[in-house]
């Protein structure tokens, strides 16, 4: 082949390869959205997480971010998909007793369908069309959930199984998926939470999941590098919630308190849900009051004692009695995690044996989750004041140009972190722009060939040039159709004409 050929079908290969890679994402801005379950704000602190580091600094973060009470991880992930509280959405707890069923709920249908005004914004997105498509991966109350009868077009249910950065790579497909790239995503990783409830907060054995999930960070970035997604994609990693220590001599035993009443408890350590059986209600709840008093590190309420800042109470799901242990502090339920304990590590436990709980009033620190996000839309090298979790439903709302419903947060509290409102279509007029030049630059290289190759020639050329698929089956489309541009015809007097086909 010439080499005038071969220069000219350079340029139109890339050409076209930069043509489908901008059809490859979403005309709507880009979230990508992560948590890592159970990550507090001050592990970060601990010089063990060089890549969250980076993009912290780099990026836009703050101190904390507030969470929900309760501080569980249900709870708290749903009111980050909603914009509302827990009495709102109802998710109250990991586990719930639900009147309108008369019975105890756990995961499934009826546990997270408790009010159909309620939207997750994945669900939101996914609505409102015009190429708008979401992507659950794993997130407590995604997957497999459908909500107003929008089936979301990427989703995923919780595996254990699944590794980590497999996770990454099936995210990053969907975003780039050529027929229906995700323009909103949310990515759930159990850890460290997982590891922190059996050994601690902290423990050597969270040092290393701490470390495992900020690889993972590393290689998400890296992987939006070479993706080239690093100016399209805007990545939020946050928590639910935070971590506190238990050591078995701060284990309450509850039980023994109304061991002689008839009682239902639902949920766990250190928030219980405690209801009464047979009018025994004013009965059980003077022995855990008194209890209370006595031997201290709870607190007990009636519901309509419950404190109005948790924004727990007007919901059916309440419990007629609620008991709290105070931080640090656990009910005699928290033994599953020493029999979890002595099964993992073949020890008997010892005083000093620690534990890890969440579950406790939001107002403690060590509740509290971390928060970092970075991308286009997003402040470089930018802290935020603390804000609450179900801010960001309004905040996720405005970067997507969605319309949302009435909820809890405010975007007053997070639209500092936008940068100055770019708008979201200059990336691809940009693009445009570029490929515009290239072109041009292609047809004037490309014209000049043509005069020199003729100048070159005293006769016209007789050689008839093969469809290039037909001399190599194992060449891509775009050289293919590059090749078939330069195919010549069998006078120099007729015209030359060259049709970029796109393919989108």
Same mark, same amino acid.
């Given at each position: ?129 015009? /190429? ?7 997130? =407590?109350?995604? &997957? $497999? *959930? ?5 089936? +979301? ?113 639902? /949920? ?7 209801? =009464?059986?047979? &009018? $025994? *209600? ?5 022995? +855990? ?216």
């Amino acid at each position: 082949m010439a080499r005038w050929q071969m220069h000219v079908k350079s340029i139109l290969y890339f050409v076209l390869s930069y043509f489908k890679y901008v059809a490859s994402i979403s005309d709507h801005p880009v979230i990508l959205v992560i948590s890592y379950d159970g990550f507090r704000y001050n592990y970060l602190d601990k010089n063990i997480t060089p890549n969250m580091n980076k993009v912290r600094i780099s990026g836009s973060h703050a101190d904390y971010m507030r969470n929900a009470f309760i501080t569980k991880t249900f709870t708290n992930h749903h009111s980050i998909a909603t914009g509302v509280y827990p009495e709102v959405h109802g998710i109250l707890a990991n586990d719930v007793y639900d009147p309108k069923y008369g019975k105890i709920l756990h995961y499934g249908y009826e546990f997270w369908h408790f009010n159909d005004a309620v939207i997750p914004v994945w669900t939101l997105n996914e609505q409102a069309g015009e /190429g708008r498509h979401s992507g659950v991966m794993m997130w =407590p109350g995604g &997957g $497999d *959930e459908v909500y107003l009868n929008t089936t +979301l077009t990427f989703s995923h249910s919780f595996n254990s199984s699944v590794p980590f950065f497999d996770r990454v790579d099936t995210v990053l497909s969907w975003i780039l998926h050529p027929q229906t790239p995700a323009n909103l995503v949310f990515l759930y990783f159990e850890e460290p939470d997982k590891t922190a409830h059996i050994y601690g907060p902290e423990s050597q054995e969270v040092r290393e999941e701490i470390s495992k999930v900020d690889n993972v960070t590393g290689y998400l970035v890296k992987k939006l590098q070479e993706n080239n997604l690093t100016d399209s994609v805007n990545v939020f990693l946050l928590s639910d919630h935070g971590f506190e220590t238990v050591t078995p001599p701060r284990i309450i035993n509850i039980t023994e308190v109304i061991k002689e009443m008839n009682y239902t408890i639902v /949920g766990n350590s250190p928030a219980l849900h405690i209801y =009464p059986h047979d &009018g $025994d *209600e004013d009965a059980v709840y003077s022995a +855990l009051k008194n209890a209370s008093k006595e031997i201290g590190h709870f607190r007990v309420y009636h519901r309509e004692e419950i404190l109005e800042r948790w924004h727990y109470k007007n919901n059916r799901r309440a419990p007629p009695i609620f008991v709290l242990a105070d931080e640090s502090y656990a009910f005699d339920d928290m033994y599953q995690y020493v029999e979890d304990y002595e099964k993992l590590t073949n020890k008997t436990i010892t005083d000093n044996v620690t534990f890890g709980l969440h579950g406790y009033d939001n107002n403690e620190m060590n509740m509290q989750p971390y928060f970092i996000a970075f991308g286009p839309l997003i402040k470089k090298q930018y802290k935020i004041d603390p804000f609450d979790n179900v801010d960001l439903y309004s905040l996720f709302c405005y970067m997507l140009h969605l319309s949302p419903p009435v909820t809890n947060g405010t975007l007053d509290n997070v639209k500092w972190l936008l940068a100055s409102e770019p708008d979201p279509s200059l990336p691809y007029i940009l693009g445009g722009i570029v490929v515009a030049a290239l072109s041009i630059t292609a047809l004037a290289i490309l014209t000049v060939c043509l005069l020199r190759h003729r100048q070159k020639k005293t006769d016209p050329p007789t050689q008839s040039y093969r469809a290039i698929g037909k001399l190599d089956p194992d060449r891509t489309q775009s050289e293919m159709e590059a090749q078939h541009l330069l195919e010549n015809n069998d006078s120099e007097d007729k015209q030359v004409y060259i049709y970029i086909y796109i393919y989108v």
